[in-house]
Nanobody, 115 residues
Framework: QVRLVESGGGSVQAGSSLRLSCKAS????????MGWYRQAPEKQRELVAN???????NYVDPVKGRFTISRDNVRRTLSLQMNSLKPEDTGKYFC?????????WGQGTQVTVSS
């Protein structure tokens, strides 16, 4: 059974930092591309960043230079270090992987950034 469990969200002021974590089970974590998505109120879920099995990373333009995605294959954990947070970063952040022909999602963790 695939399970993705996020943690680390919170309510912070603009300019602050947060670190999100996602603990994975039920997949061969080291070979899966893993990603972070976010969903702002009344908006569609969108990709924030992803990291492939070889460690290659991809970021959407609004977070480049501020967010860092990383993975620990031993601990089966995906992380997202978010610095210089902005109000527009507010949303629910989801961990994602594609495994055996389908997407898997965690339950999400809320990030709220106030100005």
């Amino acid at each position: 059974q695939v399970r993705l469990v996020e943690s680390g969200g919170g309510s912070v002021q603009a300019g602050s930092s947060l670190r999100l974590s996602c603990k994975a089970s039920g997949i061969n974590f080291s070979i899966n591309t893993m990603g972070w998505y976010r969903q702002a109120p009344e908006k569609q879920r969108e990709l924030v960043a992803n990291i492939s099995s070889d460690g290659s990373t991809n970021y959407v333009d609004p977070v480049k230079g501020r967010f860092t995605i990383s993975r620990d294959n031993v601990r089966r954990t995906l992380s997202l270090q978010m610095n210089s947070l902005k109000p527009e970063d507010t949303g629910k952040y989801f961990c994602n992987t594609y495994f055996r022909d389908r997407d898997y999602w965690g339950q999400g963790t809320q990030v709220t950034v106030s100005s």
